[in-house]
């Protein structure tokens, strides 16, 4: 586990000194109509919006793919507290629907969680 830690700070050590010698001009940053300011700094370093879009796309995957994985952990670790009578309503969350095999009901409680926390972001 100590390894895991290790590499993950210099590897984000180093890809924020290379983001920091790829900003140009901090002020457009500042101001620019991305949503995401990691857009404007990916345009500045490659100087073109194909390579932004590259480099954006390398950075979405595997975000995108690990939100399967944390959301289905979630669910399965409220299950398992449901299931031992360590949350309201545990008869209901700690049930293993019949047809589908899974905790279907504490899926769609994270599910809606989940929701409810973008929904507030994004707001």
Do not use: H
């Amino acid at each position: 586990m100590l390894a895991q830690f290790v590499v993950g700070f210099f590897t984000a050590l180093f890809y924020i000194i290379a983001m920091l010698y790829a900003i140009t001009n901090l002020d457009e940053i500042l101001t620019s109509t991305f949503l995401f300011p990691l857009t404007a700094i990916y345009q500045q370093a490659t100087g073109s919006a194909g390579g932004a879009l590259g480099l954006l796309v390398v950075v979405f995957l595997p975000t995108f793919i690990s939100v399967f994985g944390v959301y289905l952990t979630a669910s399965r670790v409220f299950w398992t507290l449901a299931r031992d009578n360590a949350t309201p309503f545990s008869g209901f969350f700690g049930r293993v629907n019949e047809k589908t095999k899974n905790p279907f009901n504490s899926i769609v409680l994270c599910a809606v969680i989940s929701t409810v926390l973008g929904c507030i972001y994004i707001g």
